[in-house]
């Protein structure tokens, strides 16, 4: 299977992968298919752990969560394909679906067992380490998604959204350059790893 779609897609964010990421230089221009090698290159042992551990996260087995991910990337595939991206409702419930799949749904069954048993030089570990850290703005953002505390800034340029901290919201904003950076991390690092897996 070819990921080069997906390489093409991260690539646009070459800068942001070897800067917040810290990935190879080598990598940026074919992540997803770097990641596939790595993946490939894991004993079937060791690929089936992973997948037992995906499995046992939630009670949701690993065939079916990999069906809602390949059908989320149908839906985006074909939602951009066919034109419907014009019309500002569409695009308004993409965002809302394309966040929730990608900061809440795919986040700790999916990508925190990649950081907890992939090898530490793996791009596909440095990534998921990127995605899943603790003390980030995007940490911040799928809570504060998780619990409806966002919304369109005026101009939709951008997202603000609040975090309860010490009894305090507190007000961030995400724009849609970093929001597309982050949604479609988890993106290739979902679909290549369950693709693989």
């Known amino acids: 299977m070819s990921f080069e779609f997906l390489d093409q897609q991260m690539a646009v964010h070459r800068n942001k992968l070897r800067t917040n ?76 679906v394309q966040n929730y799949m990608c900061f809440v749904y795919m986040r700790e069954p999916c990508i925190t067992p990649l950081k907890k048993m992939l090898p530490q030089e793996f791009q596909t570990r440095k990534c998921a380490e990127y995605l899943t850290r603790k003390d980030s703005p995007l940490y911040c953002f799928r809570n504060a998604l998780a619990h409806g505390n966002w919304t369109y800034a005026k101009d939709f340029n951008s997202i603000r959204y609040w975090n309860l901290r010490n009894g305090k919201h507190t007000e961030h904003a995400v724009c849609s350059d970093m929001l597309d950076f982050w949604q479609k991390l988890v993106r290739c690092t979902t679909y290549v790893s369950f693709t693989v897996l």
């Open 21 to 96: 990421v810290n990935v190879r230089a080598s990598t940026v221009e074919r992540l997803a298919s770097t990641m596939a090698e790595e993946l490939y290159g894991l004993t079937d042992t060791n690929r089936r752990k992973i997948r037992d551990r995906i499995s046992g996260v939630v009670p949701i087995s690993f065939a079916d969560r990999m069906a809602e991910i390949h059908a989320f990337q149908m839906f985006m595939d074909n939602t951009r394909q066919s034109g419907l991206d014009e019309f500002p409702e569409i695009t308004r419930a993409k965002v809302t």
